[in-house]
């Protein structure tokens, strides 16, 4: 399965590598937003959100382009990437401003729950937007046909 799997270019298997890829690089962003905003204190939401997310993005931009997608490195993919991570990177931040104060301060969570939740409800969003511009925008050209 896993040689299958590495080889394959059909939704499921693009699917699931991405989706581990993405927990890989989640679980850095998250602890890296974390440690920045409340672990150490030293920056406020946005900030430790924006740290998290261009380490974590740089991770899954590496592992998805060489084993998700399968695809060389070209100027044009990265410039694409580029732009489809810019616009997922507002798309998190928008949700995260909202998502964050509305659980730590309205409903008074525990900081730490709340930074999950937001992290959770803004990474997830972003995510699934960002698989599918890249699976179907992106590296398109990488596959002979659509498999599903």
Do not use: C
């Amino acid at each position: 399965m896993p040689e299958r799997l590495s080889r394959s270019n059909s939704l499921q298997a693009q699917g699931t590598k991405f989706a581990i890829t993405g927990a890989i690089a989640a679980l850095i962003d998250v602890s890296l937003t974390w440690l920045f905003q409340i672990g150490l204190a030293l920056f406020g939401e946005v900030a430790s959100r924006t740290v998290g997310f261009a380490v974590g993005t740089l991770v899954a931009y590496l592992l998805n382009r060489r084993w998700t997608f399968n695809a060389r490195a070209s100027k044009r993919r990265f410039v694409a990437v580029f732009a489809t991570y810019a616009m997922t990177y507002a798309i998190n931040i928008l949700l995260y401003r909202w998502a964050f104060p509305f659980f730590d301060h309205t409903l008074d969570w525990p900081s730490s729950w709340a930074l999950a939740v937001a992290f959770v409800i803004a990474q997830g969003t972003a995510t699934l937007i960002n698989f599918f511009v890249q699976r179907w925008l992106i590296f398109r050209s990488t596959r002979k046909s659509f498999e599903f």
